[in-house]
């Protein structure tokens, strides 16, 4: 009885504000009495003020620093918690998702790419910023600023171990996403990366009902599996995490010295706890090294083979460019192959260009996505050959130590540690110590 | 100790039940909006493409009240599922949302509470391990190349189109080429105006009374003497009165009405009265399709693009002509182009001009200024050893332009006064038409003014005042609107014979295979051979008075009456030599 008590109880406490969003549509509010004055709704939305993104650039720079500070000197998993709920609210919820990181990755392309474009302060200052720290730091903008990645650290109730295999055969669809964003950027005329944001959806409490659905899953997946999005699909994860390898002071699992105690190895729910290595059984050796050798070898066949397929690919690819699907649809309709019209190709009659043109420009499109398609193709074929490389490649380690490109700084491991529970009740008794005095 | 112990297990089991509540209204709120998405996927489009359909028919039959309330129903039945799906997605996303709320954080409650100190088991074999999971992932990164591949390789079996005219299998052209349009009627009298039908298997026997020999008879509301044009299975034409500008699409299999499209046009200027000609009346000129769409000018100047399902694609008003008996030039088209001749008053004002607008957007391709008066006769695109040449008629000049560019390339004064007989190229030679005076032949091969030079022959008896001549190469026919047939030799211009039809005619006469089709005034076909000498193969009546000249199409003949559309012959529409 009281079970169930406690149960109802703590299902009224947490459903009741939540349920009160529904009851706005069953008790539409009488609008006819209260004076209200309808919007206008031709108005268009008011700019943001420039300042407003000098803001949201400092507040990266300060959640960052901030947890830089509590991750590798305060090694707190609870304060990170708390800025990383503060970054999601402030640049999930508060600014709509946007700008990101993540999406600057486009605007940093389109820089280069387009000089007619000059990309937004804010956007460099964005892509640039988390870089740096991760140079530093490792990935701790993925643990505490990235609003996607809270969003999904939030939602993780169950965490299942994912097989390391399986990892290494997904990781695959990043670098194609990275890729493919970057090409999209450069001569698509598509943010691709935004397009597809999952998440911004929930941000903004409205969207495409496709992605959020996309969004949902990923959600409803990241129940059980740790933030499925960062760790198989994000762009600029695979900047950071090669970035992440080169960095000097980042996470370490323990404070001190790792006694290999193994009470640790299950901790991280994101599969980037490092064990140390054994000696393989003799005779491996030279099994591998010719593994090595056939594989540097397949190396420039799989970039030569990725760079043909990306190229035979052109025409597709293209039509991810507006111009390219409008001219397609206006060809189609000219010619008779289809009958009525689209949004798109109406518009493009009231310019009152000749279609010519548009074929024209849909054709040169087309010729700048075949070197596009064989680089995209060429550097999935290098990412793919490279793993194989270095999956062949023996590491060694003699401490369990966290992956530096893996591991999102989350904090969640420390806990697990003996030295550094051995570390905190020093601190505990020092401040203890200290107060009585 | 145990108290606390049994109060956190008390907690934990309360947590585990509320993550239990919490996923299960997640499921069903997931599995409603699902719901809810599927059904308006299902039921949204059968219902639209309902409404579609019953709106097509009630322009049929614009009296059926039973069916504009079924049309309203039906509109009020959609819009109210959307408005209730839409408020049921939002009902239930935020429910979902509450739920998931629940779950995540009960969930995570439980998590906590349940959370078991690591005890590490004792691993046997570690490298060993190590080796197995490396070897793991490396087949993990071969099958996903693996994926990626199989997924470049679905892309490409994907649809593109190339923008190369009839390139690539997809076989498209922004207009029908021209052996496409040989087997069509596009416009006026046919292809190139000439009033010839490449298929021989026209019929020769109807009665409009009887019934026999008519495939389909619908009526036609709007009126108009302008003709009949055939693409495929889409009969065009236009109709108008002082108020209104319609084009007109029937289906030639069953004789449907498929869509109507209006033209609309600028309010005239205060005081002023839009009256024309009973004889002309507001839509005289025959509409014109490149093979992808239908093009059609009223008098009121108003011009205007419709794809063949009916969307008006552009409109333009070029200006109300000045015609003393009311704008009756038919359009003609070269490739993408719609070719206007837009002659009024005397010519000397400066509103005369030939005009070639883009058949897509509408826009002036191309535009020739020209001194010269209203004329009521056709323009046609010959060809004239392989190269297009544009022949237009207006008093006092023959001028040929090139159609791609309206370049000038010769001219012959040799007409004069009201001309309405249109051109026609027979013969290696251009035949204009000076109404009850003369018929002129000229060598389209000179530049510049021909006048002197490029005359092959003239003649005088017979000379029709209305109708154009039909020519199949070696005779020509002419046709006054009295009755009186004259055949001349196109070599030499020599009168071959003169038959008198005692009947009124209106439409210019066409050939079909070896037989001569004479429509006249009051129904009726005169079917003679061709030939030197007039030999009459039979009449058929149809019963109703004609002013529109016939289309031929592949054993069938496409007539309007003035109040209905009359289809005469076989039950298959046929083949369509090329459909580029
Ligand atoms: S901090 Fe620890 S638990 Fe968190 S991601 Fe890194 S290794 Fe995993």
Known sequence: ?437 | MKAETANMNLWHQAARTTTLVGAVFSGIFTGLLVWNLVGSALIGPTRENDLAALKVQVQKEPGNQELLVQIRQLDLQIRRDRIWRWDFAREAASMLLGSAVVLVVAGTFAGGLAKKPPRPQPVAERGELQMREARQARWSVVGGIAVLAVGMGLLTLTRWVSFVQGGNGDGGTPYASLEARQAQWPRFRGLAGAGVSTHANTPTSWNGKTGAGILWKTPVAVPGHNSPVVWEDRIFFSGADPNLRQVLCFDGKSGQLLWTGDVPTGPLPAGEEFELMEDTGYAAPTVATDGRRVYAIFPTGDVAGFDFTGKRLWHKNLGRPDSSYGYASSLETYQNLVLIDYDQSDGKDGKSRFLALDGTSGKVAWEAKRALPSTWTTPIVADVAGKPQLITVADPNVVAYDPANGKELWRAECVGGDLAPSPIYAGGLVLAIQPYSQMVAIKPTGQGDVTKTHIAWKAEDGIPDICSPVSNGTYVYLLDSEGLLTCYQVADGKKVYEHELKDQFRASPSIAGDKLYLLSLKGVMHIAQVGPEYKELGRCELGEDCFASPAFVDGRIYIRGAKNLYCIGGTSVGSTPDTK
């Open chain 1, 1 to 437: 009885m009281t079970r169930i008590a406690c149960t109802a109880m703590f299902t009224l406490a947490l459903a009741v504000p939540c349920l009160g969003a529904g009851s706005e549509m069953r008790f539409p509010p009488p609008e006819f009495e209260s004076g209200y004055q309808f919007p206008e709704t031709a108005r268009p939305p008011t700019a943001r003020p420039v300042v407003h993104e000098y803001i949201d650039v400092a507040l990266l720079a300060v959640v960052l620093l901030l947890a830089s500070y509590l991750i590798l000197q305060r090694r707190s998993r609870r304060a990170i918690f708390a800025l990383m709920i503060a970054a999601l609210l402030y640049f999930g919820f508060w600014r709509d998702g946007c700008i990101c990181p993540i999406g600057a990755i486009q605007n940093v392309t389109l820089t280069a790419f387009d000089s007619t474009y000059a990309i937004p302060l804010a956007a460099a200052a964005f892509f640039v910023i988390p870089l740096a720290f991760t140079l530093f730091h490792g990935r701790i903008f993925c643990g505490a600023a990235c609003p996607l990645g809270a969003i999904q650290d939030v939602v993780l109730i169950h965490p299942l171990r994912v097989p390391h295999w399986l990892e290494s055969g997904l990781r695959l669809l990043a670098y194609t996403y990275l890729g493919a964003g970057v090409l999209f950027a450069a001569i698509g005329g598509t943010f691709l990366i935004c397009r597809y944001d999952p998440f911004v959806g929930f941000f903004r409490m409205t969207g495409n009902w496709n992605i959020l659905i996309l969004g949902a899953s990923l959600l409803a997946i990241g129940l059980f599996v740790g933030r499925p999005y960062c760790r198989f699909l994000c762009p600029y994860g695979v900047i950071l995490r090669n970035l992440s390898r080169l960095s000097k002071r980042r996470v370490t699992i323990t404070p001190t010295e790792c006694i290999t105690c193994r009470l640790c190895e299950d901790a991280c729910p994101f599969g980037a706890i490092r064990t140390p290595t054994e000696d393989w059984p003799e005779g491996e050796y030279q099994i591998a090294k010719r593994r090595l050798a056939f594989f540097l070898v397949l190396l420039p066949i799989l970039i030569a083979a990725g760079g043909w397929g990306g190229y035979a690919l052109k025409e597709r690819l293209a039509r991810m460019h507006p111009r390219v699907r409008t001219a397609e649809r206006v060809f189609l309709e000219e010619t008779g192959q289809v009958t009525g019209t689209t949004n798109a190709s109406d518009a493009f009659r009231t310019t009152g260009q000749a279609s010519a043109m548009l074929y024209q420009d849909a054709t040169a499109i087309r010729s700048r996505f075949a070197l596009g398609g064989a680089l995209l193709g060429g550097f999935v074929g290098l990412v793919a050959g490279g793993k194989l490389i270095a999956l062949s490649v023996r590491r060694r380690r003699a401490e369990y130590e966290a992956d530096p490109a893996d591991c999102l700084a989350c904090g969640r491991c420390y806990q697990y540690c003996p030295k550094e529970q051995e570390r905190r009740k020093q601190r505990r008794d020092a401040r203890s110590g200290r107060g009585n005095r």
